[in-house]
């Protein structure tokens, strides 16, 4: 259940050029498919503030899996029927622990992966550490104003993230109905203790590890994906812990003979590792090390955002290796866009990362090839616990002919899905659409079928041989016409691609010539309806001149060349928010960027010169188009220009007083002299510019603030998926030219 859809990421590469609605067509955000039925929202009168929270959050998760969920025929649930039966079970809960079961009971109903509730102790823990964390850090800042801040008052290099791990440094699998310790951290405690992969661990703090094992299975029903997950769950639950104390775990060695030692957990080697707003943080474990003088190994346990460049610089470390295992076994997902970075520093060809198939329709992911290039051979590792993007990556890259895959099935929980917070403060993970890989396979309750398939056994690990490694370099060592595929085939898919995100966009073919007809007919076309005629109402022309006035007159306005934007902007999509930092900066009619930042993707990059679009994200992706329009014309500014001008429109109707969101507005409708039709909306109590519409989008602009000679906009919005919140605006500054450079990233360097 820890994967991001990059469902995300495509809308944050619209929201560098959101403001460009005067100038092109932007493509309206996808509608879900139309429900069955009307919906109803629930009566929560009377309700004790408590249980209507509950209600309300029962309807949340029922309305948007309605809504939202890939699946329109919900499995062959009724759906309908469902939230009948569970409502009145939701009014009659007493506890919010309660709601969460009854929730995760009804999601259970449509047999699913990453699909569940996530309770709101895990975040309020999180919040915690990060609190702990914030403290420590103004610990260190007030040291250093005072001067205090001496080498011997400098954290040392393992100071600790209070997001850490703490533990003994051990990995167990299933093999056999027995908890088999597969793989133990280097320098970790149990190392140290003389933990070896190959140990049963048969109790831990005097709990049965077989009784235990033997519950859940009734429990779970047998449930593979469960059944599988028991291992992590154990590692994490139980032999992890809080900071230097200590497990008791009872073992038989690599002889069988029983034991029982005492381990203190220790922090162990991770980093910590955002996956989104609504999501809790990971804790990434990145290996790399040479495998002899011709392979490299790299191990990462989940695709998070600080594997792209670990990734990159462990290949510039690794060298001149001709051959490359990824060990994916153990690596639970995370951000499906890190395939991307990852693919393009694999391929010297685009890479088909498979489809994303959503309510609306699919949509294909491409990684293009990047500067950082291995070439070799490459094997990836895979077994039952290699979830979600490791999945996806690991068949894309198989697909591709770019990879040998051995190992065992992968857990085949290969859904994108998103989250939303509940008014109880839990948050609902729920799929957005199902995955197919570039060969038509859905990976979803299946998953990934190794080239070779290696089981993990337990005698071999008592030999200090892991047969899936040793699979892995015995197929590299084989002779060059016997070895995987050292470049990516160029799929159709690929090349479309390749077409779609990089280079000038082609010319239309030719038109056809006419088919030749033995005649001619001639029909007289109706006449085109009469438009009404056009009119210049005084009131429209007072409220578009009163805004004039209001906001500082036009001439300040079209005075502002220049600007620096920093604020934060929150999209919506499929229901689930994501919170990112945003910046804005405007050089004349010749530059203009925008950009956004967060922990979970880093940084993405609209950049406009008049001549071309540029995008480009951390994540790996490039898109750079041909961009003609003028910026004057593209920029916010443009629609407030707009609303002061009067004289450059040939029609004016005031339609009166509406609603518009919580606010109530005039509305005029307008026609420029050149015949676009436009809605310009002013707030009844401000007076001041609340909206302007035009044929290819609109924008809704608030919270005006005093800023040099004018009042400047410091919310600024777009169709309720966008939501823009300014915290600082500064007018005609000096900006440095760096800021307009391309960021490099590492895959940018060969």
Same mark, same amino acid.
């Given at each position: ?18 403001? =460009? ?9 996808? %509608? ?18 408590? %249980? ?23 499995? $062959? ?79 040392? +290099? ?9 533990? +003994?440094? /051990? ?50 029903? $047998? =449930? ?23 497990? %008791? ?81 153990? $690596? ?101 659409? $199902? ?71 082609? +010319? ?6 006419? +088919? ?20 210049? =109402? ?72 008049? %001549? ?9 992706? =490039? ?7 003028? /910026? ?83 919310? /600024? ?34």
């Amino acid at each position: 259940m820890k994967i991001r859809s990059l469902i995300a990421l495509f809308l944050l590469l619209g929201i560098g050029a959101f403001l =460009e609605v005067s100038a092109q067509r932007r493509k309206a955000p996808p %509608k879900p498919v139309a429900p069955r039925s009307a919906y109803l929202p629930p009566k929560t009168d009377g309700l004790s503030p408590d %249980k209507k929270a509950r209600v309300e959050a029962f309807d949340k998760v029922w309305r948007t899996i309605f809504y939202y969920y890939f699946d329109g025929r919900f499995n $062959n649930v009724n759906w309908e029927a469902v939230k009948l039966e569970f409502e009145p079970k939701v009014r009659a809960a007493r506890t919010d622990s309660e709601l969460h079961d009854l929730l995760d009971s009804m999601l259970e109903r449509l047999k699913s992966s990453h699909l569940g509730i996530i309770r709101p102790a895990v975040f309020e823990a999180l919040e915690a550490a990060k609190e702990t964390a914030r403290e420590k850090a103004r610990e260190r800042e007030l040291l250093s104003a005072s001067g205090e801040d001496t080498i011997e008052n400098d954290p040392p +290099p393992n100071f600790d993230d209070p997001l850490s791990i703490y533990g +003994p440094g /051990i990995e167990l699998r299933l093999i056999d109905d027995r908890f088999v310790v597969f793989r133990v951290g280097e320098n970790s405690a149990a190392e140290y203790r003389g933990i070896k992969p190959g140990f049963v661990i048969e109790t831990i703090d005097d709990v049965s590890m077989q009784q235990l094992f033997a519950r859940v299975r009734i429990l779970a029903r $047998n =449930e593979p994906s469960v059944l599988r997950q028991i291992p992590m769950e154990i590692v994490n639950e139980m032999l992890n812990g809080e900071k230097d104390s200590t497990v %008791k775990v009872g073992y038989l060695d690599l002889e069988d003979k029983k034991g029982e030692i005492v381990l203190r957990r220790e922090r162990l080697r991770t980093v910590t590792a955002s996956m989104g707003t609504d999501h809790p943080e990971m804790q990434l474990t990145f290996v790399a090390r040479p495998l002899g003088e011709d392979t490299a190994y790299i191990h990462f346990d989940n695709f998070s955002l600080p594997v792209i460049d670990k990734f990159c610089t462990a290949l510039s470390q690794l060298g001149s290796r001709r051959s490359l295992i990824i060990d994916l076994r153990g $690596n639970t997902g995370g951000i499906i866009g890190v395939s991307v970075a990852l693919a393009g520093m694999l391929s010297d060809k685009p890479v088909d990362l498979g489809t994303s198939i959503y309510r609306y329709g699919p949509e294909p992911l491409i990684a293009q090839p990047k500067a950082k290039q291995f070439k070799g051979a490459i094997v990836i590792l895979t077994d039952e616990l290699s979830i979600s993007a490791a999945e996806m990556f690991a068949a894309s890259m198989q697909a591709a002919k770019r990879a040998t895959v051995i190992g065992a099935q992968s857990a085949g929980e290969s859904l994108p899905s998103v989250t939303v917070e509940l008014q109880t403060g839990a948050r609902l993970m729920y799929p957005v659409a $199902n995955y197919r890989t570039v060969d038509g396979k859905y990976l979803e309750g299946k998953g990934v079928t190794p080239d070779i398939v290696v089981p993990l056994d337990r005698q071999s690990l008592i030999k200090g041989r892991d047969p899936q490694l040793a699979a892995a370099i015995a197929e590299l060592s084989k002779p060059p016409a016997e070895k995987p595929r050292t470049a990516g085939e160029k799929t159709e898919s690929a090349e479309r691609g390749s077409a779609l995100l990089s280079g000038p966009v082609p +010319p239309p073919p030719p038109m056809k010539a006419p +088919p030749r007809s033995l005649g001619t007919v001639t029909v007289k076309a109706p006449p085109p309806p009469a438009e009404p005629p056009n009119v210049i =109402e005084p009131k429209a022309v007072e409220l578009m001149k009163e805004f004039e006035r209001l906001a500082g007159g036009l001439k300040a306005y079209s005075a502002i060349t220049d600007y620096k934007l920093t604020g934060t902007v929150v999209t919506v999509t499929m229901a689930s928010r994501q919170e990112q930092d945003y910046f804005s900066y405007r050089q004349g009619n010749t530059r203009h960027l925008n950009m956004v930042k967060s922990a979970a993707i880093g940084e993405t990059r609209s950049f406009r010169d008049g %001549k071309i679009m540029r995008l480009t994200s951390d994540l790996g992706v =490039e898109i750079q188009r041909p961009f003609l329009a003028s /910026i004057a014309e593209t920029d916010f500014l443009y629609s407030i220009t707009r609303s002061m001008q009067p004289g450059d429109y040939k029609h004016l109707a005031y339609l009166g007083v509406f609603d518009r969101g919580d606010r109530k507005v005039h509305l005029i409708d307008g026609k420029t002299k050149d015949g676009v039709t436009i809605a310009i909306y002013f707030d009844t109590e401000t007076k001041l510019l609340s909206g302007f519409e035009g044929p290819t989008g609109g924008l809704s602009f608030g919270d005006y603030r005093k800023v040099g000679d004018v009042m400047f906009p410091f919310n /600024i919005s777009s169709q309720e998926f966008l939501n823009i919140q300014l915290s600082d605006v500064q007018l005609n500054p000096e900006i440095d030219p760096a800021v307009f450079e391309k960021k490099v990233n590492c895959f940018d360097k060969p």
